[in-house]
Every structure is written in structure tokens, then in C-alpha cells.
């Protein structure tokens, strides 16, 4: 059963640091690629970050570029979100996801509250 | 950048009947590069449909995609307690980013 587990939410000072989790199981992690979403609780979504199999590649949305920096561990089976310089506007709960194609994902977690506030 | 936008924000409809969820988007979207999902309250969201009418694993086919170009349809053909929930689109591609609608829900009548 493939199963993400996400970590390491809290609440944070704006200008603060975290270093999000997401521990994976049930399938071949270092095949896949793997995005980080995030979703202010009752509203939509939207994409954060991706990463390539390998961890050489990602790229990231332009509201967290240069703050947000994306990385694999895939001998841990797990993927690390370090987020630095957060603002107020960060407040959410983060997913990451597997990738099936091009950006859809087809597996979750059940996501980590982060919440930027003084 | 394209901008999708769902209809209607909100539906009520009672179990057994049909649902039509739509979304527009404000340019041609490439291949028919659209998904639908899922999501129930304090849960992850669960793709329903990709490449506009493929199911995902493990879907019913109660459930079904359609549309090309700007506008794309979800359809629940007999509705069941179960699929009361949002539903969100989403357009994707070779390269970020990746957009969502801001979602339609679907509630019991």
C-alpha cells in the first residue's frame, strides 16, 4: 500500500524557519518524481515544488522561490521541504504527492499545518 | 498563465440523481492535459480523473470525464452518500505550474 507521511508543521514566527517531512512506503520512491502542494484550509489549491527521481531537479512556484528548497533522501524514502524566510502568507497545510504524470498526482499524505504568525 | 474557473460553486443534488461539474479554462489547455479530484473535509484530495477522461486506479465509472479545449465536464452518474465532497480541477503539463480551480461542492439536497 503506498502510504506519504508528512511531518514537521508547527507554528512559526514570520521571518522563521521549518523543515517539513514526508516519509513514503509501499512503492519504488526513487523512481518517482514527487511535488510538494499546500492548501489554506477552506480554500483551493495550489502546487509548491517539484522534484526529479534522481533529486537534481526541481523547480518551484514563484511565490516561494529562493525561499523554499526541495531535496530526496532516497535511501530514507523521504523528501524534505526547508522553508526559510516565512511569511504570513504561508499559512497552510502542505502535501506532498506523488507524481502519475506531468503534474497530476495520483497518491497524497494527509498533509502538515503550517502556521506563520507572530 | 492560465486561470480555470468552476461552476457552479456550490451543487445540491440528492443520492441517485446525476451530477454535472464544469470547468472553464481562459486558454486552449494542450492535450487534454486535465484532471479532477476528490477531496473530503480534513482529508488529502484523491484524483478522480486525468488526461480529461481516464479514470484513476480503483475509480467507479460512475464516474467520468470529459472536454477538450476550454471547457471540461466531470460526471457522477448516480450519486452516492459517499461522493458528497469538493471537487477540483486542474490543468497540468510538461513544466509548472500546475493550476487548480477553486472548486465546486457538492452537497446533499
Known amino acids: 500500500e503506498v502510504q506519504l507521511v508528512e511531518s514537521g508543521g508547527g507554528l512559526v514566527q514570520p521571518g522563521g524557519s521549518l523543515r517539513l517531512s514526508c516519509a513514503a512506503s509501499g512503492f519504488t520512491f526513487n523512481s518517482y518524481w514527487m511535488h510538494w502542494f499546500r492548501q489554506v484550509p477552506g480554500q483551493g489549491l495550489v502546487w509548491v515544488s517539484l522534484i526529479n527521481p534522481e533529486g537534481t531537479f526541481t523547480n518551484y512556484a514563484d511565490s516561494v522561490r529562493g525561499r523554499l528548497t526541495l531535496s530526496r533522501d532516497n535511501a530514507k524514502n523521504t523528501l524534505y521541504l526547508q522553508m526559510n524566510s516565512l511569511r504570513v502568507e504561508d499559512t497552510a497545510v502542505y502535501y506532498c504527492?506523488?507524481?502519475?504524470?506531468?503534474?497530476?498526482?495520483?497518491?497524497w499524505g494527509q498533509g502538515t499545518l503550517v502556521t506563520v504568525s507572530s | 498563465e492560465i486561470v480555470l474557473t468552476q461552476s457552479p460553486g456550490t451543487l445540491s443534488l440528492s443520492p441517485g440523481e446525476r451530477a454535472t461539474l464544469s470547468c472553464r479554462a481562459t486558454q486552449s489547455v494542450s492535450n487534454n492535459y486535465f484532471a479532477w479530484y476528490q477531496q473530503k473535509p480534513g482529508q488529502a484530495p484523491r484524483l478522480l480523473i486525468y488526461d480529461a477522461s481516464s479514470r484513476a486506479t480503483g475509480i467507479p465509472d460512475r464516474f467520468s470525464g470529459s472536454g477538450s479545449g476550454t471547457d471540461f465536464t466531470l460526471t457522477i452518474s448516480r450519486l452516492e452518500p459517499d461522493d458528497f465532497a469538493v471537487y477540483f480541477c486542474?490543468?497540468?503539463?510538461?513544466?509548472?505550474?500546475?493550476?487548480f480551480g477553486q472548486g465546486t461542492k457538492l452537497e446533499i439536497k
Open positions: 504527492a506523488r507524481d502519475l504524470i506531468r503534474g497530476v498526482s495520483d497518491y
Open positions: 486542474q490543468h497540468y503539463g510538461d513544466s509548472p505550474p500546475y493550476i
